[in-house]
């Protein structure tokens, strides 16, 4: 499958073989198309699947009418689906919200052109006319570890499969997931293995999600039987995730031979996307809360010394207290679900408005998940754990540490 941009298309210089049906060609891939691999659509909708069957005075003239169809046609599916009304908009609005033409399937004739493509839309600049207000409700980031056992061997990231270019493939942007994938390169294969995707230890996942800004961790397995040699190949899909890689769902595939194994990977990529997405709705991809940040401890704070009374010579006695005291501040931890970056805000208000607050600032955000603030107190930090009850939040006290959540949120941690 061949992507390409549609407005920088330049002359078509195809080699034409025969084939057949009503004087129709098969275009070989000799054309002088501005290709770009890959394109990012992860800022950009995309509808599959759009027929065109159109004629032209010439071959580019047709193929370019194809294309202009195949942008009006897409618009039209996206509204349906995104439930838009009104009608299609000129060629010249569709030119500047097309970022792309994905090239699935193409005949050209000397002056007639049959295709099946796949058009990208720009989300920032197709949203308003849709009436889509704002982004859509996504996960926090999760680190996809995709892993593919073959053979009797499994692999992550300790080398390119086929299994990782599926998922490279895969166009990101429609889905609510969002999906952390790393490049594959430099400390990845050391990092991001198959037995590290099976691992429990808290504070190494910690460590890692750290290195790749990530909240959570997704990891979708396949394991291919092959029947024989070029025969049949079966995939079963595992949607899996978390450090203890909780199984979401299973299901299998099978294609008739070895030609079919990126169709087979990249249905099963699609399916899997549903399933993250159908769990993120119904709650079942919340964030662990053992995989917050956890701020390092604080230094302990040198004592004020003790004023004492000197006796001088004369009798006189000197105090070195200080005509003013005020009381140390002391510096806590408080961990708190951000389930929307509105929440940051309004519960920093809430700990700085309490009563012998200094001063209060998230040191980590995970939207979605688990965020840290560093605040400064003075006073006993149980009597500020008190204080937070009263102010509507459930709170727990470790040490310097507090764990807070709005006593009506159930879905706390």
Avoid: C
Wanted: a negative charge; glycine letters at 12%; charged letters at 20%.
């Amino acid at each position: 499958m061949r992507r390409a941009r549609l407005f920088h298309v330049s002359a078509i210089a195809a080699a034409l073989m025969l084939a057949g049906a009503a004087g129709m060609v098969a275009a070989q891939s000799t054309d002088t198309i501005d290709t770009n691999e890959p394109i990012d659509s992860s800022g950009s909708y995309e509808i599959d699947g759009v027929d065109v069957d159109v004629s032209g005075a010439t071959a580019d003239a047709a193929r370019f009418a194809g294309w202009r169809l195949a942008q009006r046609k897409g618009y039209a599916m996206l509204a349906k689906k995104m439930g838009a009304g009104g009608g299609v908009p000129s060629d010249s609005t569709l030119d500047s919200m097309v970022t792309g033409i994905v090239i699935q399937n193409e005949q050209i004739g000397p002056n007639r052109y049959i295709a099946k493509l796949g058009v990208l839309f720009s989300r920032a600049k197709i949203g308003g006319m849709l009436g889509i207000g704002g982004e859509d409700a996504r996960s926090s980031p999760m680190l996809l570890i995709p892993v593919q056992w073959s053979g009797g061997v499994g692999v992550a990231y300790e080398q390119k499969t086929a299994w990782d270019e599926a998922w490279g493939r895969f166009r990101i942007g429609d889905s609510t997931v969002d999906y952390v994938r790393p490049s594959g390169t430099g400390p990845d294969s050391l990092l991001l293995n198959e037995g590290q995707a099976g691992r429990r230890d808290r504070g190494w996942w910690r460590s890692v999600l750290d290195q790749y800004a990530a909240s959570d961790i997704l990891v979708p397995v396949v394991t291919l039987a092959r029947q024989w040699p070029g025969g049949p190949i079966i995939g079963t899909f595992e949607a899996r995730h978390g450090p203890d890689d909780a199984l979401l769902a299973r299901f299998s595939l099978r294609v008739e031979s070895e030609d079919g194994l990126a169709a087979l990977l990249d249905a099963g990529v699609k399916r899997l996307d549903t399933i993250y997405q159908e769990a993120l709705r119904n709650g079942g991809l919340q964030s662990d809360p053992s995989l917050a940040y956890i701020a390092p401890p604080m230094a302990t704070p040198t004592p004020t010394p003790t004023p004492t009374d000197v006796p001088t010579e004369t009798g006189v006695v000197i105090s070195d207290t200080p005509a003013t005291s005020t009381a140390a501040a002391s510096a806590l931890t408080i961990q708190f679900d951000t389930p929307t970056a509105a929440s940051v805000s309004s519960i920093e208000a809430a700990v700085r408005g309490t009563p012998g607050v200094g001063s209060a600032t998230t040191t980590s955000m995970a939207i979605g998940g688990v965020s840290v603030m560093r605040v400064t107190y003075g006073g006993d930090p149980e009597v500020l754990r008190a204080s937070l009850q009263s102010r509507g939040f459930a709170a727990a006290r470790s040490g310097n540490t507090l764990r807070i959540r709005r006593a009506d949120d159930s879905t706390g941690g």
